[in-house]
């Protein structure tokens, strides 16, 4: 189970950017493992959550996503939706940046909404988009959470519900059944898409192995 011994070792300056999101993993942990049926599977499928996790928002440091660009790193990552000019008026306008980026994508509406900043990657396991919110939120009704993350996009950060967001999500992915057969490749491809920070969330896995198998 997890205690505040364990997330301090593992995420040191966990608290930086979200005061008390320590703690509020770890009284909410035993609750949430065991509504959503954690609890109750061996330790190995909590390790798998927890080496995700921490590799998706930084061991707590990156709870939201950061969208403070410069004009050429904008270039670099949404060349087709930022042209030269562009990238210069908006660089490290993060706001903007947002909404050009993501809006009328992802099930965002596209700009004047706010949509792309509102619901760009957040939480522990960074779930991005309107489309990714709604896909969070009909299992949190599901499971009768009693918060609203599309109304209230900040909830997926609030220290209180976090945890319950991020294993809600990490459920609806998929990632269930690869983390009972120790499969972090399968995994990784079923949250993250890809395979993006691969052998970091190898590592962290590892690490929380060690924390709660040992």
């Given at each position: 189970?997890?205690?505040?011994?364990?997330?301090?070792?593992?995420?040191?300056?966990?608290?930086?950017?979200?005061?008390?999101?320590?703690?509020?993993?770890?009284?909410?942990?035993?609750?949430?493992?065991?509504?959503?049926?954690?609890?109750?599977?061996?330790?190995?499928?909590?390790?798998?959550?927890?080496?995700?996790?921490?590799?998706?928002?930084?061991?707590?440091?990156?709870?939201?996503?950061?969208?403070?660009?410069?004009?050429?790193?904008?270039?670099?990552?949404?060349?087709?939706?930022?042209?030269?000019?562009?990238?210069?008026?908006?660089?490290?306008?993060?706001?903007?940046?947002?909404?050009?980026?993501?809006?009328?994508?992802?099930?965002?509406?596209?700009?004047?909404?706010?949509?792309?900043?509102?619901?760009?990657?957040?939480?522990?396991?960074?779930?991005?988009?309107?489309?990714?919110?709604?896909?969070?939120?009909?299992?949190?009704?599901?499971?009768?959470?009693?918060?609203?993350?599309?109304?209230?996009?900040?909830?997926?950060?609030?220290?209180?519900?976090?945890?319950?967001?991020?294993?809600?999500?990490?459920?609806?992915?998929?990632?269930?059944?690869?983390?009972?057969?120790?499969?972090?490749?399968?995994?990784?491809?079923?949250?993250?898409?890809?395979t993006n920070g691969l052998g970091e969330r190898q590592r962290q896995i590892a690490l929380w192995k060690r924390e709660l198998m040992s």
């Amino acid at each position: 189970m997890l205690t505040l011994e364990m997330m301090r070792r593992r995420w040191p300056h966990g608290d930086q950017h979200v005061p008390g999101l320590i703690e509020g993993i770890v009284t909410s942990a035993t609750g949430v493992l065991d509504r959503y049926g954690i609890l109750a599977k061996p330790a190995l499928v909590l390790a798998h959550a927890m080496g995700q996790f921490s590799e998706e928002c930084g061991c707590g440091l990156e709870m939201i996503e950061s969208l403070n660009y410069t004009a050429a790193r904008l270039r670099q990552i949404f060349p087709t939706h930022f042209t030269a000019s562009m990238a210069a008026r908006w660089a490290h306008n993060q706001k903007m940046i947002g909404e050009i980026a993501y809006g009328g994508r992802m099930g965002n509406a596209p700009p004047p909404s706010t949509d792309g900043f509102d619901f760009r990657g957040a939480g522990l396991s960074q779930v991005t988009g309107r489309e990714g919110f709604t896909r969070l939120q009909k299992k949190l009704d599901e499971m009768k959470a009693g918060f609203n993350v599309l109304e209230n996009p900040e909830l997926i950060t609030d220290p209180e519900h976090t945890f319950e967001c991020g294993i809600a999500d990490w459920i609806v992915c998929g990632c269930l059944p690869h983390a009972e057969h120790d499969d972090t490749l399968r995994e990784t491809r079923a949250l993250n898409g890809g395979t993006n920070g691969l052998g970091e969330r190898q590592r962290q896995i590892a690490l929380w192995k060690r924390e709660l198998m040992s």
